[in-house]
């Protein structure tokens, strides 16, 4: 997997999956910026990568935040030419409890912070010549799943903006593709879910290597890949 050298912002590194993208990224010569709004995540990712990695922080359902730390990040890794969009949120509940604030914010977080990153990132990557943007879509966004049909239409929304996305941006060398996990093998969701059979979830460092695999040069011929990453669920 070669990623040496590249220039990569990370939306929602310092959570537990872009923690993990952000580590191996690094262990394989790539420079890392990620975006954070928790400040609590934030002092976990310094304490973490040191000075390693980048941190600007950034709220992406603010456009003009979005567009700040996108060119703060640029600014200081001297440019981008790869963007992996972790950042959004989950919720879940039967429809009958889930009211349109929480449908709102769920579209919010998903959809529209990933609309307003790759506008604020595409003047970086088109002047890098080309380049890059993983998303992260979801399993019930293609099976469906009782009382996840809020989050799995704004997964869908995902989903769709990067098949879009990937068409539009292909002339300008710019390849874009999702990876869509089951349920991840984190703190937070074990916590959730402690009777689940965890050993069947997908672990962040799996995950890892298939988006960091989409990044690099091995994958240049792949573009408006949804790609399954189930574990073995």
């Known amino acids: 997997m070669s990623i040496e050298g590249r220039k990569l912002l990370i939306t929602g590194g310092t959570g537990a999956l872009g923690r993990a993208v952000a580590a191996m990224a690094l262990e394989r010569g790539a420079a890392v910026a990620a975006s954070y709004l928790l400040p609590a995540e934030c002092t976990a990712a310094e304490a973490a990568f040191g000075g390693r990695v980048v941190l600007v922080a950034a709220d992406l359902a603010d456009e003009a935040q979005t567009l700040a730390a996108a060119d703060a ?5 001297g440019g981008l030419d790869g963007v992996i969009a972790i950042a959004g949120g989950f919720d879940m509940g039967p429809v009958a409890d889930v009211d349109g604030t ?5 579209l919010s977080t998903n959809a529209r912070s990933l609309y307003h990153t790759v506008r604020a990132t595409l003047p970086h990557l ?10 992260i879509g979801a399993r019930p966004a293609v099976a469906g799943a009782a009382d996840m049909a809020a989050y ?7 989903m769709s903006l990067t098949q879009s996305l990937a068409q539009e941006l292909l002339p300008r060398k710019i390849r874009v593709n999702a990876v869509l996990p089951s349920i991840i093998d984190t703190p937070a969701n074990r916590a959730a879910m402690p009777d689940a059979d965890h ?7 799996a995950l890892a290597r298939v988006i960091l695999f989409l990044t690099s040069a091995e994958a240049a011929a792949v573009s408006g890949a949804l ?3 189930y574990g073995h669920a």
């Open 227 to 229: 790609i399954p990453a």
């Open 126 to 135: 088109r002047a890098a010549g080309g380049g890059s943007i993983v998303t």
């Open 199 to 205: 050993g069947a979830w997908v672990t962040p460092e």
């Open 152 to 158: 799995a239409a704004s997964k869908s929304a995902v």
């Open 102 to 106: 929480r449908f709102d914010a769920l």
């Open 73 to 77: 990040a640029a600014g200081m890794l």
